[in-house]
């Protein structure tokens, strides 16, 4: 199995732009979860699905914000407009269950000028 | 609401040490998890403890949990400096719609 899909890994942007970020959970799992670390705040949840349904999104920091899932087997998480403070690792993770083991993606790295 | 905790957030051993990495949390659960990750790469799995005195071990590495103290332990027996790496401890408190918690990690560095 290839694992948890995620691009770009690495994005460079300026202040004000939309970002993309995309994200291919593990066939056959049912949950995928969006996560943000930074060195300040640690690893902190975005947003989770199940069966492609947003079920707490009360991590998503602002409107800016925003994730879909629109079928089992793609995800993106939008950020517009971006700010520097959006800096950080994103990563996506997918799982049989959402309390079950989650398989973490490789992650995009992402900086805002 | 759940809170995990780890200690330390810093590990600094030397190699052939022994050390304890510690996981409290603050409500029932019966069902851990311990992940590792590298420096610039991602979170891999390594135990899944499902109840009470549950022991997992690879390698230089052994996990238990205690639920009714509501504590997992990391256990490092003769360090290596490939066990260099970050830890976090994950929760699942089985109800609402809460997914797993996630500990801020214990940053270890194995120096020789």
């Known amino acids: 199995d290839a694992g948890v899909i995620q691009s770009p890994r690495h994005e460079v942007t300026e202040m004000g732009q939309e970002v993309t970020l995309r994200c291919k959970p593990i066939?056959?799992?049912?949950?995928l979860f969006w996560y943000r670390q930074t060195m300040m705040r640690g690893l902190e949840l975005l947003i989770y699905f199940n069966n492609n349904v947003p079920i707490d999104d009360s991590g998503m920091p602002e409107d800016r914000f925003s994730a879909k899932m629109p079928n089992a087997s793609f995800s993106t998480l939008k950020i517009q407009p971006s700010e520097p403070r959006d800096s950080a690792v994103y990563f996506c993770a997918s799982s049989l269950g959402w309390q079950e083991t989650q398989y973490f993606g490789p992650g995009t790295r992402l900086l805002v000028l | 609401e759940l809170k995990v905790e780890q200690n330390p957030l810093f590990l600094s051993m030397q190699e052939g040490k022994n050390y304890t990495i510690y996981c409290n949390y603050s409500?029932?659960?019966?069902?851990l998890y311990w992940y590792r990750q590298d420096p610039g790469k991602s979170l891999e799995s390594l135990f899944v403890?499902?109840?009470?005195?549950a022991v997992k071990q690879e390698g230089r590495l052994m996990a238990s949990l205690d639920t009714k103290a509501r504590l997992s332990t990391l256990h490092i027996t003769a360090a290596v400096h490939d066990l260099s790496a970050t830890y976090f401890c994950a929760v699942d408190i089985y109800s609402g719609n809460t997914p797993l918690v996630f500990g801020k990690g214990t940053r270890l560095s194995v120096i020789a």
């Open positions: 066939s056959g799992h049912n949950s």
């Open positions: 409500t029932t659960s019966d069902r």
């Open positions: 403890l499902l109840s009470n005195g």
